[in-house]
């Protein structure tokens, strides 16, 4: 199972999903501030907690410093499941 970004194409990739993401920097930017907004609000009935990894992944496309935690944790699971 494959999680993240294809560089290649510019797709979020969960599993077999795959979602284009927008041409323009600042349309990733405000799609994933947006969805991690969303899913801090997750408590409410339409919004859910789901939103604030999804939100992550598309703010990692552009930003060093999100990028460079999700590395780090996907790392960190990654020896945590080898043990």
């Known amino acids: ?20 993401l927008p041409e323009s920097r600042w349309m990733r930017t405000t799609i994933g501030v947006l969805l991690v907004v969303g899913g801090l609000l997750g408590f409410l009935p339409v919004l859910g907690f789901w939103m604030v990894p999804l939100g992550l992944l598309v703010l990692s496309h552009d930003s060093a410093f999100v990028r460079r935690q999700r590395r780090r944790l996907a790392v960190w699971w990654a020896s945590r499941k080898a043990r």
């Open 1 to 20: 199972m494959h999680f993240g970004i294809d560089p290649r194409t510019r797709e979020i990739v969960i599993g077999s999903f795959r979602m284009k």
